[in-house]
T-cell receptor, first 114, second 112 residues
Framework: ETGVTQTPRHLVMGMTNKKSLKCEQH?????MYWYKQSAKKPLELMFV???????ENNSVPSRFSPECPNSSHLFLHLHTLQPEDSALYLC?????????????FGAGTRLSVL | TQLLEQSPQFLSIQEGENLTVYCNSS?????LQWYRQEPGEGPVLLVT?????EVKKLKRLTFQFGDARKDSSLHITAAQTGDTGLYLC????????????FGTGTRLKVLA
């Protein structure tokens, strides 16, 4: 148990569906992250929030929409996804957003887009 | 573009053998982290190295940060089946921004 909880653990959706991934951290951290993990590719940083403000957006398509209502919760809203978006989506948190801080990862949401 | 290349990509060894995994880059990092990820789970931090030339030991695992802070290695002595997993290195940029660059990963399987 890392203190970072992601739901759902598995999600299957069609290309026209709208769904959301949820992440909650119980560590009192101020920074939260979304990563995409695909087979045979390094972890890709998607979004970073620090104190509920988005501070990094790595050219992610607009069909992925993050939301951080408070420092403990992070959402990733999905709509009109493509099959190539199928991957493991990982959430992480750290004390603050500075490089070098320890990141604690959730178990991930395995997403399949049909 | 900063890249971290790990080698080997895949490694299958017998229990009791030793192994070394490498993490190389042409970029300098302010610190470097090693993670292990098991199937169905997220990465779990093993160690953080900060100083060039630093060596850290975690039981049978020895981590080294290169003198120039561009590369790192992970050595496992007398591997056990519980060491099986995906090993990831991650470098923190020196710019003070919010980026962690992850390596390509080494998938280790230790056979009984």
């Amino acid at each position: 148990e890392t203190g970072v909880t992601q739901t759902p653990r598995h999600l299957v959706m069609g290309m026209t569906n709208k769904k959301s991934l949820k992440c909650e951290q119980h560590l009192g951290h101020n920074a939260m992250y979304w990563y995409k993990q695909s087979a045979k590719k390094p972890l890709e940083l998607m979004f970073v929030y620090s104190l509920e403000e988005r501070v990094e957006n790595n050219s992610v398509p607009s069909r992925f929409s993050p939301e951080c209502p408070n420092s403990s919760h992070l959402f990733l809203h999905l709509h009109t996804l493509q099959p190539e978006d199928s991957a493991l989506y990982l959430c992480a948190s750290s004390q603050d957003g500075r490089g070098g801080n320890i990141q604690y990862f959730g178990a991930g949401t395995r997403l399949s887009v049909l | 573009t900063q890249l971290l290349e790990q080698s080997p990509q895949f490694l299958s060894i017998q229990e009791g053998e030793n192994l070394t995994v490498y993490c190389n880059s042409s970029s300098v990092f302010s610190s470097l982290q090693w993670y292990r990820q098991e199937p169905g789970e997220g990465p779990v931090l093993l160690v953080t190295v900060v100083t060039g030339g630093e060596v850290k030991k975690l039981k049978r695992l020895t981590f080294q940060f290169g003198d120039a802070r561009k590369d790192s290695s992970l050595h496992i002595t007398a591997a056990q089946t519980g060491d099986t997993g995906l090993y990831l290195c991650a470098g923190a940029t020196t710019s003070g921004t919010y980026k962690y660059i992850f390596g390509t990963g080494t998938r280790l399987k230790v056979l009984a």
